[in-house]
């Protein structure tokens, strides 16, 4: 079992993934997304989200309130009119449906863990 993923399996005791075992997920527009738990489509969910050198986001917003933490890189992210600029270990909490731009800063691919309170999606803004 070593280099697999540990998985609770009902009785809550451990969800353990080594960085090994993260299976990322093509999302489009360089974007990629690698589940920890839950499931993105359906319901609640944890997964890292990568975000290539240079991309920056239009404005947009996704359904569920969701909680991010920077793992490494750095993005300036756009909310509420004001201008962030965030890297490893910064956290920041998007709810309702708050409209949002980010934008990778420097050389580095900016990582995020996430955890989405429900099915995830991206809503672009007019």
């Given amino acids: 079992m070593a280099g697999a993923p540990l998985l609770a ?11 090994a075992d993260l299976k990322w997920k093509d999302m489009g527009n ?7 738990s839950g499931d993105m489509e359906k319901g609640a969910s944890r997964f890292f989200l ?11 917003h996704h359904d569920p309130d969701h909680y991010v933490t920077v793992v490494s890189g750095t993005i300036t992210l756009t909310v509420e009119g004001k201008e962030y600029k965030l890297g490893q270990g910064a956290y920041f909490a ?7 731009t980010a934008k990778v800063e420097g050389n580095e691919d900016a990582v995020f863990f996430i955890q989405a309170d429900g099915p995830w ?4 803004e007019e």
Avoid at 9 to 19: L, P
Avoid at 30 to 36: C, E, I, K, Q
Avoid at 94 to 100: D, I
């Fill in 121 to 124: 999606n991206v809503v672009m």
């Fill in 30 to 36: 360089g974007v990629s997304a690698a589940l920890v």
């Fill in 94 to 100: 998007l709810t309702n449906k708050a409209v949002h």
């Fill in 9 to 19: 399996d009902g009785t809550g005791s451990a969800v353990v993934v080594t960085k």
């Fill in 50 to 60: 990568k975000y290539p050198v240079g991309l920056a986001t239009p404005k947009h």
